[in-house]
């Protein structure tokens, strides 16, 4: 039997919502997120009664996040005999929250956001849905303007839950929870209720529980100002994201899904607004990098201006931020360490995680005579062959080492030696160290070792010559 609706309010709103945000033309498949709460069960219901009018075939899942056993069942039962009576498709899907919890790092609330966006979109592909519709309101809108209002949160994330985003819809967003209870009460439509939602363990349920009632009291109208000032923010967005679209173009040089190479160039002239939102936008459209906050912008923006080529910062989850002469590197790839490998003399030596080739030869006293005198051997190192022990490696760096610095007079530790020439974190498990026996005679690229260099009773002379790798 057709329920007769006595309290339209909400199902205006959302059709005024779909057709200002173009969220439906007609004719579409719309998978529906249904917990059985009243917010969901009320979007199942809106839709209902708008599917004629659009021309829509309903379909509904509801997700199992394996996190209330105890109450999960009874809910699958509710909204299965739900949509039954409204002659909507029903599904139910299980997702294994805690494990992908534990392995991806995440607390359950992010881990738990990141499977359902997940599940939604498979959900969708296997039944040919094209929209996926989710009941957040205007109160979750309220309540997340605030929640990254206390993060520190820029324009962008003060422009709070977008209506649409690619195939999800929210035709709830500009209704209010006060105005969604008054349409179930009035229509004697029941749901259920999440436990978990009436804990005040989450930041999210402290504010709606605690801090939004008492806001009230200065402002009776606080969530639709809250939600309208997000609206603003959108819009005002939108016309940034053009510039921002137009200004990204021009700064990529390179791009992978952990890392993105940006010219430096362009930077100079562009105001910080802009560099804000394009450095932003780089970082969401870099799949590895995802999850960088504002303060760590700010911390780029630093490096930016301040910095030297050269000149990196360290970020959360292994990103890393390299200044480098021509390019700003963003990248989540975890550092380069050198193989093991052994230096063919004479010959050549390609180390491809370092980047360079070693070519090896035997020389003359006379023709080493002009060279030794540099002593410090970075391009080229010059060594007594008659004091080595062959063959020789090249290989990473280990706890421990220690070496003679050619011009230090006397031991250093490689650890600290690698500090005090300012050698970047990331950059010291590709140095190549080439081993005699157990000495080091060379940290290549940077100081020989003073025990093997050539010195007057030298008769045989190597010399290992360092060559870029080309791509």
Known sequence: MELKMQ?????DKAAAAIKKYSMLSGGEKVLIGLSGGPDSVCLL???HILKDKLRLELNAVYLDHGLRPDETPAEIVFCKKLCAGLNV???SKAIDVKT???AEKLNLQEAARHMRY??????????QANSIALAHTADDQAETVLMRLFRGSGATGLSGIPPVRKNIIRPLIEVERKEIEAFLDKNRIDFVIDSSNLKKDYVRNRIRLSLIPHLKEFNPDLI?????TAALFRDDESYFELIVTRTLMKLISRKTDTRIELFLSPFGNMDKVIIRRVLRRAIDETKGLRGISFIHIEDIIGLLREGDPGDRIYLPKGVRVIKDYSTLVLTAESPVTLETCQVEVPGETVLKEAGMVFKASLISIEEADSQSKLGLWISFGLFDADCLTFPLFARPRKDGDFFHPSGFGGRKKLQDF????????DERNRIPIITSGEDIIWVAGHRGDERFKVHEGTTKVLKIDIKKLKD
């Open 7 to 11: 309290f339209p309010e909400p199902a």
């Open 45 to 47: 219901h809106v839709l």
């Open 89 to 91: 498709t029903f599904l």
């Open 100 to 102: 992908y919890a534990l």
């Open 118 to 127: 997940w599940s939604y979109d498979i959900t969708a592909y296997e039944l």
């Open 224 to 228: 639709g100002t809250l939600s309208k």
């Open 418 to 425: 690698f500090v005090d020439l300012k050698v970047p974190r």
